[in-house]
């Protein structure tokens, strides 16, 4: 240190330069402030000098000579230098060397005129003091200073005391309690006590303590005691101690603090005058107690909502009340000074000292008090006054002005929004609910609340908006712990609901629902009044929900208003769980509603919102197969909840797209319900025939007769949806989630749930995005949809939507752009004729439907399009029903009804005049507006008629088949429209039917028919339960024009005669040159609908004897829909009747819903029976001649079997191969029915007179003589040309075959011989006809076949490949057995080959049919050509006994005519018993047996035959000579009949056991 401050170069040089610089270092020092750090220096540079002394570096008069002049430069120069020597003495007293300490003692003594004497006494050491003789004797002197200091601090005066004097006292007393409002100052007083206390030797401490005793007394002179005890006190200990004393006096039990004390506490501790942490250990109760006390009011609240709970007996609950009311007079509070001391600081606006009390307190303990928190809300009225006054008082209003507190220690009032953060946010934290106390501040926060959010929402500055976002927060938290919890403890206070409404509607959604969240599961466990109240609320609900009825709609929805303007969150809870259990509610609790405040209305919305999204309940029953029953009645509630109040949707709206984000579908139920109510847009495949064609309407006919309920009112609501998904930009992405969630409900959720359910979803799904879309289509403008609806390929290939449900969202915008576009070419160029209207809207249509053609290309492969232009694909897409055709019934029915109701209204007489008039007004204007709208539609579609009329020839190109071409349309267009949606269903028919009108090239009518009728397996089993309702509802508009084409030959001639879609073309064969072409004839075209009436009977039995649940479903709906126009042949009624007969007996027990289905359809089937005809009637088919060939059913000029072929191949034939083998076979059945034609003719005439008369015997023998010739003119041409037969002409087709298989079929060569033995055909018919009127047996063998030929089904169809080499397509017309069995196998060959629409079942089906009667055609082929042989023989040998018995045979015949009569009379009785008995007729021809025949039966009947036939031909063969190729004489039929019989008995009989066994 010496060498920092006294350097030794000036000690060695002190005489010389030392001395200066040292006095110079000094003055430098001495010249600054009197800072620590320089005294210091100074003091430093001091020892050191004094320390050179000691060592004796320097001599002591040159030393004492430089401090004297030292002490010249600061005041305190000799204090400084005294505190150097202490330490100088204490230092040297410890030395051992002696000479250091002389040094010292020296020093001291020549400083002696520099320090004053009496500051050296009291630094220095005594026995130093007296070395410098500056006293006598170092020991008398401690003596003296031991007695002075005794004396000073521990001898006690004599005060006078009040008990031994009371003179100074009173004037004191008399001093304080003086009139204070003149110029009498503190200060005056307290010099008056102070001579009191002078005077009359007053003690101190009793004088304070009466100063605050006036002090209480008159708490109100606070400027006037504060003063005087601050100028009085010195130390603020002794207060504290003494304003505690007086707390205590006061804790005795039963005793009560004054508030006056409490005052002046609060007086002293807001002015600093004693410290609160000083004061708060003399306060009772202690910290401790208060947090028991708080948990014990918690308990007793849940206990107290435990027993409004529980059940409990009405004696029990008197005994309760009367406890508790003892309790209530027992308890008294004790007393809280800590409280007294919280309220009185409150009152003075101490806000620090109030806050740090109640941060020792557990929360809202102190504000539960009601005292205090009255206190606390008048502290922020004031602080909140100016602010208030300035942003939050609404217009007219006034209110009353509050006066500021006059203390400046107060909280600064609030000028500002930024204020409030100060002081006014923590202030109502502390408040909490209780702020209920003081309704009137509650507003006032809010309405600052509510202008706030206006300020915010205006501002555009981001700096700005920063700051506020932190006051924003502020705002929800105030509302979420203070005026929400407050609300809940007022009382049905209206107003104060729908002020927090008029803030909360400033928030967004999320927001609100946020706070309302907190408020229902957070808010009402965190005080025990809160708790208390939800118990009370509860209870209350109960009481209420247990009277509502539909009765008392009005009083219990006073109640429920009521109560819900507390405690919505806890009402609408019970009320919500009350609805899920008892749907039956629904109505009453809506209609109670209408008592809510708007804030209400907002909390059940997020309520239901809440239940909805419930983790703990179960969206699907335990069965796993429907939508529980919680579910759907909150979504029914949802649609009758918004729709009839003003509710807020976004937050609906946006949950259900959420939840189809996260892939979950259950909940579309919910937009479905709001929908249908708001809107009024009904989903349901249930429609009426009317309503239906109502909707292919205009909206107002939509409106009027498109749905169940009367659509009214639903403007309003449907605007505020609309609003809501505009607005909120939710309208677009609904229909997008929704449209891919119809698959995600399949392969997404469908994993695990059941098949049932995974349809039930899929279904809603599906339904609701037609809801919707139609919803949205019907409700946005124009330039909203086009503006969110993007183009199909952006749907398609970005945003990946299905194809249908792409078009299905297009198609609106489509037709808007049509109409704008078309208006737009009107307006600028003015031409009232027809035709430029027509021209100008074909114009609007290319202009906007030029890029959907450009950017459908993209939705699929460039192979389509060799066949489907995209504009054949866009406009099948973009129209709709209300563009094909108009309803002109449904228009004419809507306007009888007005007309019906105009009259109603004119014959009510109680109705007054005025309401008379308005409601006649609404009916006409409805009329003008339904027949406006019908000349709008019908100019409409005249006009789309007219623009697809010059499209169509553009439409179909055919670069590959027709077969491909159908295939490509019913795949892109028809199966994915036709089952979207019931009026799609019917566009679908009307469409194809439309483009048959339209005579379109390239477009086979018929192959589309026949596709669409053929093969419904696998399109039914991939059906849902809706699906099925809409594809039966297509196939039923499908069957509606067959059957009126098969109706009548008039209308098929004049809707398709000449029309391309019924042509058929056969390609040149043999020697034949160049093609042909030729139109399907009226009564082939029978036969063809027939074969489609058969191919739905077999496709319908089979999907019903599968087992599979969907399948039966499915196949149920849609003979259902069917039903008006099938079955309309008898015995394919009888097999569907008796198949359904057997699933009702099935599904009774298992399946209830199965069971239901086919009951309703099984009676209705009955009820249809009336209308069913039989086979022959049905197309013409003559069941007594089964051997009649094809030309027995010509019609006209030309050959039949022709088109009769061609409908056969197009309904055969899957693949592409499938119209080339039919050309072929074509032509060589055109050729065989030329040849048979003329040998039929006899036959015909026989055919066509009366049923029960024969012909006499010589026109008999002639027809007979006649038939002989043909017979051998046959022969002798087919010797000559081998392909003019049948048999040859099969033959010749084998040939053409044998190209590619190298294979010949034998039985072709067999049967060459066949047409001679037609008379032995008719026998073999009469056996089959017997065996297949056994239906109860055929039934039973229909399905045990089913399952035995599933094994061999391989074998067996390549077996018939390689067999039929003939490719000839089955024929529907009955034919000559030789050519059937021959036609059979080749129908066989084409049927198994693979389609693609074709399923296996149905391969599989008719593999089951064809095997089993390929088994017995060769052997009975065999025998017949052995009778044949037989016969030739014996025509010899007849011809010459003929001459000599001719008179023989005359008897004969007559005694023949007779016979037969009889039989033929008993036939017909057995046939009809037989039918009675079994419930079938006759099938069709040899082959298209109906699906209830047992193809087992019949091998074994056959085989039997064949032997009996050979063994009648050779008895019988005299009289079939006379009688010709074709005709049988009845006698012999009756020989025949007689020797089968016999024949066959036994074999009957164990047919008929089996059967029994079957049953």
């Known amino acids: 240190m010496a060498a920092l401050i006294l350097s030794s170069d000036w000690i060695k040089n002190w005489d010389k330069s030392g001395k200066n610089e040292f006095l110079q270092f000094c003055q430098d020092l001495a010249g600054k402030p009197s800072v620590h750090e320089f005294v210091k220096n100074l003091q430093t540079a001091l020892y050191e000098l004094c320390w050179h002394v000691i060592q004796g570096n320097l001599k002591v008069d040159v030393a004492a000579s430089l401090l004297g002049d030292v002490m010249d430069l600061r005041d305190d120069m000799p204090s400084i230098l005294a505190d150097v020597f202490c330490i100088l003495d204490i230092e040297t007293g410890c030395l051992e060397e002696k000479h250091k ?49 005794t004396k000073l601090f521990y001898k006690q005066q004599k005060f006078n005391l009040l008990r031994e004097e009371n003179e100074g006292y009173a004037k004191l007393i008399t001093e304080l309690g003086q009139d204070l409002s003149g110029n009498l100052t503190s200060h005056l007083v307290l010099e008056n006590i102070k001579s009191l206390i002078g005077c009359f030797n007053l003690d101190p401490n009793r004088v304070l303590d009466i100063i605050l005793e006036v002090y209480e007394c008159r708490s109100d002179q606070d400027e006037f005691f504060i003063p005087l005890i601050k100028s009085y006190m010195c130390e603020h200990q002794t207060l504290c101690h003494m304003i505690g004393f007086k707390f205590k006096f006061h804790q005795e039990p039963n005793g009560e603090t004054p508030s006056s004390l409490y005052h002046i506490a609060a007086a002293l501790l807001q002015h600093n005058l004693i410290a609160l942490e000083d004061l708060y250990v003399h306060l009772l109760p202690l910290d401790s107690n208060i947090v028991e006390e708080n948990k014990r009011e918690i308990l007793e609240a849940k206990q107290i909502a435990r027993k409004l709970t529980m059940v409990v007996v009405p004696s029990e609950k008197a005994e309760d009340k009367e406890k508790e009311k003892e309790e209530e007079k027992n308890e008294k509070p004790p007393d809280n000074q800590k409280l007294g001391l919280l309220e009185a600081l409150l009152r003075i606006g101490d806000w620090q000292h109030a806050q740090s009390i109640m941060d020792q307190m557990p929360a809202f303990y102190a504000t539960s008090h009601k005292a205090i928190a009255i206190v606390l809300c008048q502290l922020l009225h004031l602080t909140v006054e100016p602010l208030y006054r300035r942003a939050g008082v609404p217009k007219g209003a006034k209110g009353g002005l509050k006066t500021p507190l006059r203390s400046k220690q107060a909280p600064q009032p609030a000028e500002r929004f930024d204020d409030l953060s100060r002081d006014v946010f923590t202030m109502l934290c502390y408040l909490g609910p209780h702020l209920s106390h003081d309704p009137i501040l509650f507003a006032k926060i809010v309405r600052l609340g509510k202008s706030f959010m206006k300020e915010y929402q205006s501002e555009s500055r981001q700096d700005s908006k920063d700051k506020m976002d932190t006051l924003l927060s502020c705002f929800l938290s105030i509302a979420d712990q203070v005026l929400l919890p407050s609300l809940s403890l007022m009382e049905c206070n209206a107003c104060m609901s729908e002020e927090i409404w008029g803030f909360f509607k400033l928030f967004p959604y999320q927001y609100r629902y946020r706070l309302y969240g907190q408020w229902k599961n957070e808010t009402y466990g965190n005080h025990p009044l809160l708790v208390k109240i939800k118990a009370q609320t509860v209870d209350r609900a109960k009481y209420i929900m247990k009277r509502l009825t539909k009765e008392n709609v009005k009083p219990s929805g006073r109640q429920i208003g009521k109560l819900s303007h507390s405690n919505p969150t806890i009402l609408f809870d019970y009320i919500l769980s009350q609805i899920q259990w008892y749907d039956n509610l629904i109505t009453p609790v809506v209609d109670s509603l209408k008592y809510l405040t708007s804030l209400n209305y907002d909390v059940l919305a997020y309520c239901i919102i809440e239940a909805l999204a419930n983790p703990e309940k179960e969206k699907m029953k335990h069965d796993d197969t429907t939508i529980s029953s919680w579910l759907q009645s909150l979504a029914s509630l949802c649609g009758a909840v918004f729709r009839k109040y003003p509710i807020e949707l976004a937050g609906l709206l946006q949950y259900v797209t959420n939840q189809l984000k996260a892939g979950k579908s259950f909940d579309l139920l919910i937009l479905k319900e709001v929908v249908q109510k708001m809107a009024g847009i009904e989903i349901t495949d249930e429609m009426t025939l009317e309503q239906l064609e109502a909707m292919t309407g205009g909206e107002q006919l939509k409106a009027e007769g498109g749905y169940f309920g009367q659509i009214r009112n639903t403007k309003k609501s449907s605007q505020r949806l609309k609003d809501a998904l505009l607005d909120h930009e939710l309208a677009l992405p609904l229909c997008l989630l929704m449209a891919q969630q119809r698959n995600g409900v399949v392969f997404s959720e469908g994993g695990e749930k059941h098949l049932k359910l995974v349809g039930k979803l899929y279904d809603q799904c599906h339904d609701t995005l037609v809801q919707f879309g139609g919803f949205l289509a019907s409700n946005l403008s124009t330039e909203d949809y086009i503006k969110r609806v993007p183009s199909v390929d952006v749907l398609c290939n970005q945003l990946h939507t299905p194809h249908d449900a792409a078009f299905f969202l297009s198609r609106p915008m489509y037709a808007h752009q049509i109409l704008s576009k078309y208006d737009e070419l009107k307006k600028a160029e003015k031409g009232n004729r027809q035709q430029q209207k027509v021209h100008k809207y074909i114009a609007a249509c290319e202009q906007v439907m030029a890029p959907v053609h450009e950017a459908v290309v993209s939705l699929h492969l460039p192979k389509v399009w060799d066949d489907l232009r995209p504009q054949f694909y866009a406009t099948f897409w973009s129209l709709t029903m209300y563009d094909l055709a108009v309803p002109h019934n449904a228009y004419e029915r809507e306007a009888n009804k007005l007309k019906m109701q105009i009259k109603a209204i004119d014959e009510n007489t109680e109705m007054p005049m005025n309401k008379k008039k308005k409601e006649k007004e609404r009916c006409t204007a409805l009329q003008d507006k339904l027949q406006e709208e019908e000349k709008k539609q019908l100019e409409h579609v005249q ?53 048959h009108q339209q005579k379109t090239p390239n477009f086979c009518t018929l192959l589309c028919y026949d596709r669409v009728f053929s093969d419904i397996i696998y399109t039914v089993a991939s059906c849902t339960e809706n699906e099925s309702r809409r594809y039966g509802r297509f196939l039923c508009c499908m ?53 489609w009436h058969y191919k739905l009977t077999k496709a319908s039995v089979h999907c019903l004897e599968t087992g599979e649940y969907t399948h039966i479903r499915n196949i149920l709906i849609l003979l259902t829909k069917i039903l008006p126009w099938y079955p309309k042949v008898l015995n394919l009624g009888q097999a569907l009747e008796c198949r359904v007969h057997k699933i009702c007996q099935e599904e009774k027990e298992k399946r209830p819903d199965l069971y239901a289905l086919a009951m309703g359809y099984s009676g209705q089937l009955k009820g249809r ?142 049967k060459e011989k066949v047409p001679k033995a037609d008379k032995d055909k008719r026998k073999e018919d009469k056996k089959e006809e017997k065996t297949k009127n056994d239906g109860k047996s055929a039934e039973k063998e229909w399905s045990k076949e089913r399952d035995v030929s599933n094994d061999s089904k391989i074998k067996e169809s390549s077996k018939v490949e390689k067999n039929a080499g003939a490719g000839i397509l089955k024929s529907i017309v009955p034919r000559p057995e030789g050519v059937e069995s021959e036609r059979e196998q080749k129908r066989r060959k084409l049927d198994t080959h693979s389609s693609p629409s074709h399923s296996s079942a149905v391969k599989d089906n008719l593999n089951d049919f064809k095997d089993s009667a390929s088994k017995h055609h060769p052997n009975h082929s065999t025998a017949l050509s052995k009778s044949k042989e037989k016969d030739e023989e014996k025509k010899d040998s007849d011809k010459s006994r003929d001459r000599s018995k001719e008179r023989e045979k005359k008897e004969d015949k007559k005694d023949r005519k007779r016979d037969y009569l009889n039989s033929e009379r008993e036939m017909s009785q057995e046939a009809k018993r037989r039918k009675d008995e079994n419930g079938m007729n006759s099938s069709k021809h040899s082959k298209s047996t109906s699906p209830s025949e047992s193809p087992q039966s019949n091998d074994k009947d056959n085989s039997k035959r064949s032997k009996s036939t050979s063994k009648d031909k050779s008895d019988l063969a005299k009289p079939e000579k006379t009688s010709g190729g074709k005709k049988e004489s009845r006698h012999d039929k009756e020989k025949s009949e007689k020797k089968r019989d016999s024949t066959g008995a036994k074999e009957d009989k164990k047919h008929h056991k089996s059967s029994e066994k079957h049953r």
């Not at 009496?118 to 031991?146: C, H, M, W, Y």
């Not at 065989?1232 to 024969?1254: D, I, L, P, R, Y």
Request: glycine share 6%; hydrophobic share 30%; net charge positive.
């Open 101 to 149: 300490r002389d040094h010292f003692t020296q020093l001291v003594g020549a400083c002696l005129f520099c320090v004053p004497d009496g500051v050296l006494k009291e630094r220095l050491d005594p026995e130093t003091l007296e070395s410098l003789g500056l006293i006598k004797q170092a020991q008398q002197f401690n003596q003296k200073i031991v007695k002075i200091k």
């Open 943 to 995: 006009r789309v008629l007219q623009r697809l009329k010059l499209e169509k020839d553009n439409w179909l190109l055919a670069k590959s088949t027709k077969n491909e071409t159908i295939t490509k349309f019913l795949q892109l267009c028809i199966f994915p429209r036709c089952v979207f949606s019931a009026i799609d269903a019917v566009y679908c028919a009307r469409f194809v039917e439309l483009v």
């Open 1039 to 1091: 069957l509606e024009t067959v059957t009126r084409w098969h109706s009548d030959r008039a209308i098929y001639e004049k809707e398709c005669g000449n029309y391309p879609g019924f042509l058929t073309i056969f390609r040149a064969s043999g020697f034949d040159g160049g093609n042909k072409a030729d139109q399907l004839d009226y009564e082939n075209f029978r036969h063809v609908v027939h074969k």
């Open 1169 to 1310: 029976k009336v209308h069913m005809v039989p086979e022959n009637e049905f197309h013409h088919k003559e069941l007594p001649v089964r051997s009649a060939t094809p030309g027995t059913l010509q019609n006209g000029p030309g050959n039949v079997g022709k088109p009769a072929a061609t409908a056969s191949a197009i309904a055969g034939k899957g693949e592409e191969g499938a119209i080339e083998d039919s050309d072929k076979s074509k032509d060589k059945s055109q050729a065989a029915q030329k040849t048979t034609s003329k040998n039929s003719t006899a036959a015909n005439k026989v055919s066509s007179s009366n049923g029960n008369s024969t012909p006499n015997s010589t026109k008999g023998s002639k027809e007979k003589d006649e038939k002989e010739k043909t017979i051998k003119e046959k022969k002798e041409k087919k010797e000559k040309n081998p392909g003019s037969t049948p048999e040859a002409k099969a033959g010749g087709k084998e040939k053409q075959k044998e190209e590619r298989s190298s294979k010949e079929d034998k039985p072709v060569d067999v």
